[in-house]
């Protein structure tokens, strides 16, 4: 598939579509966040190929930083394990392009996570364009605040790339309304205070959260940050309008590294089952709980 076929398909509207199709399904979705070249670009090629096909409804992908401050352990290893790999942005955008030419995939929707650096070393206006051109449909940039909009959100925005939001239990409030002043694509609601992977939201505080959001925004809701299992990315399904689940699938793929940081030749088919027993969860949460019972019985739970 040619780069003026993927460009057919507006990238600020791939995620308003699916989220679209979820909501005529009446579920929730699945977000699955891995970091670009781990454990090497081929491995990752392999994995990112699968996602769809597996139950992931949005793919985030990380891009590989130094620093990544807001990541708990698990994701800085993956980050630290890409790097070494020879990951580089330049390299990530050309994952995303392998993807869609490869697979044929102009409908699944691919954000980029990760902090302003790299983008800023690799040129703003470069980035935007070439991220667009790759079959990117999003960024998520954590640590560029609202009032930093002209840096990066406005230009990305007039690519066509939708400007994913973080919110807070501590940003709902008066803060509120200038974080969502020019969000797209969707609300990223992180359920917990404090860095990824390391603790589980509570349902309650974060159903309480999502109705106040709501409150404010047409856009959709997807919470991260300490989702592990079917049954908690189920729990989150069933009051938003995706769970977001990251650490525990990084942390299955280091499980499947041998010694030496290499992939075991079983590492794609073992991540992939925990994306499955995931989307199981999700897709069941509003239906009841035998999707996830099945996925508890088949022993493919992420952990």
Do not use: K, W
């Amino acid at each position: 598939m040619s780069a003026a076929a993927t460009a057919d398909f507006s990238a600020s509207g791939r995620l308003a579509r699916r989220f679209a199709a979820l909501r005529a399904q009446g579920r929730a979705g699945l977000v699955t966040y891995f970091t670009a070249g781990d454990p090497d670009a081929e491995t990752f090629a392999r994995l990112l190929a699968g996602l769809p096909a597996a139950g992931a409804d949005v793919i985030e992908i990380g891009m590989p930083f130094s620093d990544p401050m807001a990541d708990g352990p698990a994701i800085q290893a993956a980050g630290l394990r890409a790097i070494e790999a020879g990951m580089t942005l330049r390299g990530t955008l050309a994952l995303v392009r392998a993807f869609r030419e490869r697979s044929g995939d102009v409908e699944t929707p691919i954000v980029l996570m990760g902090y302003y650096n790299p983008i800023y070393r690799y040129g703003v206006p470069a980035f935007v364009a070439d991220a667009r051109a790759a079959g990117v449909d999003g960024l998520i940039v954590v640590d560029l605040p609202p009032e930093e909009d002209e840096e990066l959100c406005i230009p990305a925005q007039a690519a066509g790339l939708d400007f994913v939001r973080l919110a807070t239990p501590t940003t709902i409030g008066a803060r509120l309304p200038v974080v969502l002043r020019r969000a797209g694509g969707f609300v990223y609601y992180v359920s917990i205070a404090g860095i990824t992977g390391t603790r589980s939201p509570s349902t309650e505080a974060v159903a309480e959260a999502v109705a106040r959001l709501r409150a404010a925004t047409d856009l959709p809701i997807a919470v991260g940050f300490g989702i592990r299992t079917p049954e908690q990315a189920a729990a989150i399904a069933r009051v938003a309008d995706a769970a977001v689940v990251g650490s525990a699938l990084v942390q299955r793929l280091a499980d499947n590294l041998d010694a030496d940081g290499r992939a075991r030749p079983g590492l794609v088919d073992a991540v992939l089952a925990d994306v499955r027993a995931l989307a199981a969860g999700v897709r069941g949460a509003r239906r009841g709980s035998g999707a996830i019972e099945a996925a508890e019985t088949s022993g493919t739970g992420a952990s």
